[in-house]
């Protein structure tokens, strides 16, 4: 019984060390293949917030990006069964697409504030020059009465 339980363990660890899926001979690279899901990423979430202008312009996500990146559905599909077979390649691909869309969120992030902050002063500007003018009014309108008051 024993013989047989370490049979199967040390046939499940060489089973795990043998490819699943041959590497396909057009497979795309990593850093492009990271790219493309990235872009894909990005597409999608924006698809999700704005589909009605996609379905008033026809575009198609997945078309767009073969385009793009000039590949095509099985090129695409190859390399990622390939690549989602090598699960320590795989995981670091979405880690680098996470890691992108994390700056570019924190980009925006950083522009809608400095946007904002550049309102903010703008229109503090305009109230200051307001209650500027507001108390240079009010003290001409003093010393207008004053001087009617001094004339008979």
């Known amino acids: 019984m024993r013989k047989a339980v370490l049979f199967f363990i040390g046939l499940l660890f060489l089973s795990c060390g043998e490819k699943v899926v041959e590497e396909p001979e057009n497979l795309i690279p990593k850093e492009k293949m990271e790219s493309i899901l990235y872009d894909l990423a990005i597409l999608n979430s924006t698809k999700s917030a704005f589909s009605s202008v996609f379905d008033d312009t026809g575009i198609d996500i997945m078309e767009f ?56 002063e703008a229109q503090t500007k305009r109230r200051d020059s307001v209650q500027a003018l507001k108390e240079e009014k009010d003290s001409i309108q003093a010393l207008s009465k004053e001087k009617d008051s001094i004339t008979p």
């Open 65 to 120: 990006l073969y385009d793009k990146y000039d590949i095509d559905s099985i090129q695409f599909s190859e390399s990622d069964l390939y690549y989602a077979s090598v699960p320590l390649e795989y995981q670091s691909i979405y880690e680098s697409v996470d890691a992108r869309i994390d700056r570019r969120k924190k980009d925006m992030e950083d522009a809608t504030k400095k946007r904002n902050d550049s309102v903010r």
